[in-house]
């Protein structure tokens, strides 16, 4: 049997990379997978293209177009091209929920509310700023601080009663009331649950004073259980989680390579 | 010697400069290759992208050359004056003298960039109490300090009132530093009342009659204070000629901006626009170079223009952009990411704008001061800005914050919200620190995802129009 020709993405992020292999006609994911990220970015990010090739019985000649996006995109040098986190990700969730609307991207380093129209294609976006207190940072801090585990997160703030008031918009004064948080004896519980109220505090501020449905959370961030409910509750909006939501951006990125390769506008 | 425009590096003007001055170049007393600047400190160059016209070349030295001509102001005998927060208004008051120069010190807020912080202005303005909480203009303290770079003007005038807090803040610790200032009040515009009387301003806006009137008293004041630093009257003849003269500066302004921000490929890059924007100011201390270095650039513009050559893809996303940028590299960035210039907003429309000649010189100034953007409220900024934007066909609108400047932190919100509003395209806000390395990656992603969001827009509505 002829051997179909196969288009990858590759999402640099800040802390994991993740590649998505897909069929280049029918976009059906044939291949994925992901590694924390590192000083040697290029080396990191070629290693896993070639593991997640070799696993799926595939080779370098069976990749038609690479596109890279990411905070690590330019480091990519097996990319034939990039493109941004942006778009990546409103192609990649387009595909996974065509009626999204609204997508809300929160990853290690930044976060992102991007606007849709019916066809996918991005009609207005808006980024945090330098500050990482609406950014899976604050969540790493927060952790770290607690001394446990990020996946301990969520079901930590499961168990809140009553979540704290986290007053800062700035992770490094946040760690500072953490710290006096856990001194006066605040439960761990409710420092988490405040954490992240505080997280989807700042987006609901990001997203202004529209947000429309169906809006659809990606990014590392969106695996953090709790995360969802605090959004909802900021935005007072259903917010679902976009399947495998940290693949997406690869996922846009490995479309946005089959239309390069097939010459049609990225 | 007809080369096709382009952006090229500080080290390709060099070897550029070598063949057009063997090809015998005509240059200003001010001329010369333009990397002579980096040994007086300016390091910034290095890493910047410039249009390889002699035009620019010309525009660049001028510039770059503004303390050697102060300089040469006070060895000639005239009268300098340090023009503060005013843009645009003071000066033409004193380039109506024979003897004045006028400059303005606001100006220093680019030495930490170009100087990438090897003056050390800011770490003297922490040491007197202004910290980076405040506008990288405060680098301005430093320079009075260690006077590196501009003499100590013979008068300084400011306005207060409705002006930056930042600024009044700063120009005040100065003032507590020794240097006597001349202040003047500039108040919020509002809006007429009915039945108020009411004074159209540049730009179509309007004000109360009794605002004007107050303003042309505060001008009148400043007026007096110049004749006496001149030991001259300045009568309304000369006054209105001095009008005249920067209604010159200013219409040739305007048609190299609207060349610059509507020609298909963009014909000039966004730096040398910013630059040559900023000489409507305060004429970089000499009026009558600014025309010539204008007059020079908006030539070049024509030919290419007509050419139909550009320096940048045809398909280049049109960006609206939102205040000066503290650092001057982040232009270049805005065309490597896939944007172009459409349309300019860097506090000082007003500064650009006709001043009216069929009314007294003092009236006409009162009438241009009061159109500040920054009397008046974001709102009124944001509409100008939407105008503007319709005016010049941009696709998206781009806001760049100072960092800690008062204003930006308000302001922002309602630009974005009335652009998205009336105009239903998309607005980004970036901040831009005077050097911006470090953030460069984020910036270049906002930038790029903001060039692939208008090309998304485009192909939606190409889309449309294909399906009826």
């Not at chain 2, 909480?133 to 207060?160: D, K």
Request: net charge negative; hydrophobic share 45%.
């Amino acid at each position: 049997m002829e051997k179909r020709m196969i288009c990858a993405g590759i999402d640099a992020g800040s802390r994991a990379i993740k590649v998505v292999l897909i069929d280049a006609e029918s976009h059906e994911i044939v291949g994925e997978g992901l590694a924390d990220q590192g000083v040697e970015q290029d080396k990191l990010a070629s290693q896993l293209f070639k593991a997640v090739l070799k696993r799926n019985g595939a080779n370098g000649s069976d990749v038609g177009a690479i596109v890279a996006t990411g905070y690590g995109r330019s480091a990519v040098s097996i990319a034939d091209t990039t493109v941004t986190e942006i778009t990546c990700h409103a192609v990649g969730v387009h595909r996974l929920v065509p009626k999204a609307r609204t997508v809300i991207d929160i990853g290690g380093q930044d976060s992102k509310l991007l606007r849709l129209d019916a066809s996918g294609r991005v009609r207005d976006f808006v980024m945090n700023d330098r500050c990482a207190a609406g950014t899976g940072r604050f969540l790493e801090v927060t952790a770290k601080r607690l001394g446990v585990e990020l996946d301990a997160l969520g079901p930590l703030a499961a168990g809140s009663q009553h979540p704290a008031a986290i007053s800062s918009m700035c992770v490094v004064f946040a760690e500072t009331e953490i710290t006096g948080l856990l001194a006066s004896g605040t439960a761990r519980e409710d420092i988490v649950a405040g954490v992240e109220a505080a997280i989807a505090a700042r987006i609901a501020g990001m997203a202004g004073r529209s947000v429309e449905p169906p809006v659809i959370f990606t990014g590392g961030v969106a695996m953090v259980s709790g995360m969802t409910a605090a959004l909802q509750a900021a935005l007072k909006q259903t917010v679902d989680v976009a399947p495998a939501p940290q693949m997406t951006g690869a996922l846009g990125a490995a479309i946005l390579a089959s239309r390069q390769l097939s010459g049609a506008p990225m | 010697m007809i080369d096709a425009p382009e952006r090229i590096t500080l080290e390709e003007w060099d070897l550029r400069y070598e063949k057009l001055y063997r090809a015998g170049l005509p240059q200003p007393a001010y001329g010369g290759p333009l990397s002579r600047h980096v040994s007086d400190g300016d390091h910034r160059l290095l890493k910047l992208r410039y249009d390889n016209s002699p035009a620019a070349l010309r525009l660049w030295n001028f510039l770059l050359t503004e303390e050697d001509r102060l300089h040469r102001a006070r060895a000639a005998g005239k009268k300098i004056v340090g023009t503060m927060k005013d843009l645009g208004t003071v000066p033409v008051m004193a380039y109506s003298f024979d003897n004045m120069v006028a400059f303005y010190p606001d100006g220093a807020w680019w030495i930490p960039c170009v100087m990438e912080y090897s003056a050390g202005l800011l770490e003297i303005a922490d040491s007197l109490g202004i910290d980076e909480s405040f506008c990288p203009v405060r680098a301005m303290l430093g320079a009075f300090v260690t006077e590196a770079h501009f003499p100590i003007p013979n008068m300084l005038i400011c306005s207060v009132g409705a002006t930056c807090d930042d600024f009044s803040a700063i120009a005040q610790r100065l003032n507590g530093l020794g240097h006597s200032i001349f202040w003047w009040e500039i108040p919020h515009r509002r809006c007429p009342e009915q039945a108020e009387a009411t004074a159209e301003l540049p730009g179509g806006l309007s004000a109360p009659r009794c605002q004007v009137e107050f303003v042309k008293s505060e001008l009148a004041r400043v007026k007096v204070a110049l004749e006496q630093l001149a030991g001259a009257e300045l009568d309304e003849e000369r006054l209105s000629a001095g009008i005249r003269q920067a209604n010159l500066v200013r219409q040739s302004l305007a048609e190299l901006r609207y060349l610059a921000f509507t020609a298909e490929p963009c014909p000039i890059p966004a730096l040398e626009m910013l630059v040559a924007e900023m000489l409507a100011i305060h004429y970089c201390s000499d009026r009558g170079e600014t025309m010539v270095v204008l007059e020079e650039l908006l030539d070049e513009v024509k030919v290419r223009v007509r050419a139909g050559r550009g320096v940048l893809d045809a398909d280049a996303a049109k960006i609206f952009w939102v205040n000066p940028v503290a650092d001057l590299q982040v232009m270049n960035l805005l065309e490597d990411c896939g944007g172009r210039l459409c349309g300019t907003e860097y506090l000082f429309t007003h500064a650009l704008d006709p001043i009216p000649e069929n009314v007294p010189p003092l009236e006409a100034l009162a009438r241009a001061a009061l159109a500040d953007p920054m009397a008046g409220s974001s709102i009124d900024r944001a509409e100008r800005i939407c105008s503007d934007v319709c005016r010049f066909g941009a696709e998206a609108v781009l806001i760049s914050r100072i960092p800690g400047a008062s204003h930006c932190a308000l302001e922002g919100q309602v630009i974005s919200e009335v652009v998205a509003d009336t105009l239903g395209i998309p607005v980004l806000e970036i901040e831009v620190p005077p050097v911006a390395d470090s953030m460069s990656p984020t910036v270049r992603t906002r930038l790029e995802a903001l060039a692939e969001t208008v090309r998304a827009r485009r192909r939606s509505r190409q889309n449309r129009w294909r399906n009826g």
